[in-house]
Every structure is written in C-alpha cells, then in structure tokens.
C-alpha cells in the first residue's frame, strides 16, 4: 500500500513567488494535514482537510492558502513568498476526520526561498 | 491554551545506555490524546504511540516504555538498551478538542557507537 507522497521533494522558489506543494493521502484516508517544519521550531500547524472542507487553520496569514480535491488529494499555496517560509512542509493523512486519530506523513518538501 | 514542552533540545547517549526523552502538556480539556513520533533521517514522522487522557496506564513495547502521569501533566518516553538506529528526532503531541494536534519542538537524540 502507497504511502502519503508528496510532491516536489524540493523546491526553490525567490522571494515574491508563489509555491506550490501537492500531496497525496494514503488511498481510503480522507483527512490531510499540512504541518510547517522551520530549523528549532518543531511543527506548526497550517491547515486541516476533511472531506474537501477546510476543517480548521493555524496562526499563519492568509497567503497561506491550500485546498482539497474530489479524489482527497490536496494542494498548500504559499503566495508572496517571504525568506522565513524556508522550510520542511510535512503532510500527513488519517483515516477520517477524527482529530484524536494517528497520522501518517509524507516525506515533506523542502522549501527554499532565496 | 494547548501547549507542548519538551525541554530537552538535544540528547547524547553512548549505546546500550537507558535514555528518557521528557514531555510535559498543557490543556484546559478532560477529553484528550498524546501521541509520541519518531523522525528519523529521511524526514517522514513514524507513529509510536497514542495515549488517551483515560487510561494512565503505562505501556511497553519492547525496549520502549512511556509514563503517562496526569498530576504532573507529563507523558515521558524512555529507550531501554539504546542502539545506534534510534538516533532520530522524537517529537510529542497533543490533540484535544481544538481540532488540530499540537506538536513540541522535538529532542532529538543521538546514541554514540
């Protein structure tokens, strides 16, 4: 069974342009999780899918955006990048939308922002 | 406010040596879980193991334990007989009814040949 993949593994982008990550949950699992891994910051909570809803978002601003599509696979946008969203971005799925349920994790993207 | 704390930024152990990775939580709710991951490497979070605010019980697999004590808000995890594949960032988590899980800053853990 295929795990959470996501794609790029990397990405290199310049400050002011738009990123996009895209991530595909475990086949069955309708929930994705978007995680911000920064040096020294652990993870951050950014989005939660459900069922193609947006479930819940943390603390980051609104050019942070991201969606969920029919099959549940789901898209982060960064949009005028900034040095700071240099980082791990994780993603993780689990079987439904129960928050107390374990979660599964890509390998991330790296992004760089020069 | 929900919150995770794990103090110890970075561990160095020398093989075959125990070795306690601590976490201490805050939540306001009754109804919560705690989860342990295990980062190796390559970057993708392994599950190890979830907790229920419940069940106080501590738990063993293997040359792993954890000590889940609710008066001191603590859900510690300790490596029995540490060997060189355990070195890995080790994060804890926190989920209540907020709807997103909350995780600290990880420890990461290096075991010395």
């Known amino acids: 069974e295929a795990g959470v993949t996501q794609s790029p593994t990397h990405l290199i982008k310049t400050r002011g342009q738009q990123a996009t990550l895209r991530c595909s949950p475990i086949?069955?699992?309708?929930?994705v999780y978007w995680y911000q891994q920064a040096l020294g910051l652990g993870l951050q909570f950014l989005l939660w899918?459900?069922?193609?809803?947006?479930?819940n978002r943390g603390n980051f601003p609104p050019r942070f955006s991201g969606r969920q599509f029919p099959n549940y696979s789901s898209e982060l946008n960064v949009n005028a990048l900034e040095l700071e969203d240099s980082a791990l971005y994780l993603c993780?799925?689990?079987?439904?939308?129960?928050?107390?349920?374990?979660?599964?994790f890509g390998s991330g993207t790296q992004l760089s922002v020069l | 406010a929900q919150k995770v704390t794990q103090a110890q930024t970075e561990i160095s152990v020398v093989e075959k040596e125990d070795v306690t990775l601590d976490c201490v939580y805050e939540?306001?709710?009754?109804?919560?879980?705690l989860f342990w991951y295990k980062q190796p490497p390559s970057g993708e979070l392994v599950f190890l193991i979830r907790?229920?605010?419940?069940?106080?019980q501590n738990e063993i697999s293997g040359r792993y334990s954890w000590n889940f004590q609710k008066s001191t808000s603590s859900f510690n995890f300790t490596i029995t007989a540490s060997q060189v594949v355990d070195s890995a960032v080790y994060f804890c988590?926190?989920?209540?009814?907020?709807?997103?899980?909350?995780f600290g800053k990880g420890t990461r853990l290096h075991i010395l040949p």
């Open positions: 939540t306001r709710d009754t109804t919560y879980y």
């Open positions: 988590a926190l989920s209540n009814r907020d709807d997103k899980i909350i």
């Open positions: 086949s069955g699992h309708t929930s």
């Open positions: 907790r229920n605010s419940f069940d106080e």
């Open positions: 899918y459900d069922e193609g809803e947006e479930r």
């Open positions: 993780a799925s689990s079987p439904s939308g129960g928050k107390y349920e374990k979660l599964f």
